[in-house]
């Protein structure tokens, strides 16, 4: 499944006021999708923190691709989805190894190549782990930014040598359970679906932490009721788990 130039969808508002930014040299692609989103023409340079509503955010396109910036003084840095480096690339490169639990989970000694719907892809860290492992991913992501992002961390990744990984998922900038409904009328419904709501972790890394501070404000705050609503709709999906 090659993911391909996922065009993001503007149905899932952020909840913080979002600004596009871009060099010259890059304007005309910002600017499609800049319009796409419903965003204002882009910027030239990162505005200053006290331009933008509180908790405003920057979606900046440059040499190295898009990410997500916070321009207040002292900030952490911009966040982009990056699956080349650190941990998580090496354990891609390296099949599947120290992926015991998430094979289980897939039941991939029962069906060895599943079709998986990942209902929470956000930086699609799940879907390139079971991409990694022989799955067939439908990435499903509710906002068209976070969708925007992982499609570009997914773009890098194929250049950078995991081709045959990025080609097994395709990215769904929607809201799942709409996804779902679509594949069950299709007749084509996921053996596996992952279910991964945007809870924060005590043990979760500082740039984990940091990437959840972010987009968190590009989402709707879901309650008890939605995150159970999903569940329902994953259960009532997949054919095996």
Do not use: N
Not at 39 to 48: K, Q
Not at 125 to 148: D, F, M, N, T
Not at 166 to 173: D, K, N
Not at 218 to 227: C, K
Request: aromatic share 2%; with cysteine; net charge negative.
């Amino acid at each position: 499944m090659d993911p391909g130039p996922t065009v993001p969808s503007a149905s899932v508002a952020a909840r913080c006021d979002l600004v596009v930014v871009a060099a010259v040299e890059f304007e005309e692609r910002a600017a499609d999708v800049a319009r796409t989103l419903g965003l204002g023409v882009p910027l030239a340079g990162l505005p200053a923190g006290s331009e933008l509503a509180e908790g405003g955010l920057a979606l900046v396109l440059d040499a190295l691709g898009w990410s997500l910036v916070d321009p207040r003084p002292g900030a952490p840095g911009a966040v982009r989805c990056d699956l080349l480096e650190g941990g998580l690339a090496a354990r891609m490169r390296d099949g599947a190894r120290g992926e015991s639990r998430l094979a289980k989970a897939l039941g991939l000694k029962r069906t060895p190549s599943p079709l998986v719907l990942d209902a929470t892809a956000g930086f699609g860290r799940e879907s390139i782990l079971a991409a990694a492992l022989g799955c067939e991913v439908v990435a499903c992501e509710r906002s068209p930014v976070v969708a925007l992002l992982l499609s570009d961390g997914l773009q890098r990744a194929s250049d950078g040598g995991l081709v045959e990984m990025v080609e097994r998922i395709a990215v769904r900038s929607a809201d799942a359970r709409e996804v779902m409904a679509e594949m069950v009328q299709a007749g084509t419904r996921p053996d596996v679906v992952l279910v991964d709501p945007m809870f924060p972790e005590r043990k979760k890394s500082a740039a984990v932490k940091k990437e959840m501070q972010l987009l968190q404000g590009l989402l709707p705050l879901d309650g008890p009721a939605e995150a159970e609503a999903l569940l329902v709709a994953a259960l009532a999906t997949a054919r095996r788990r």
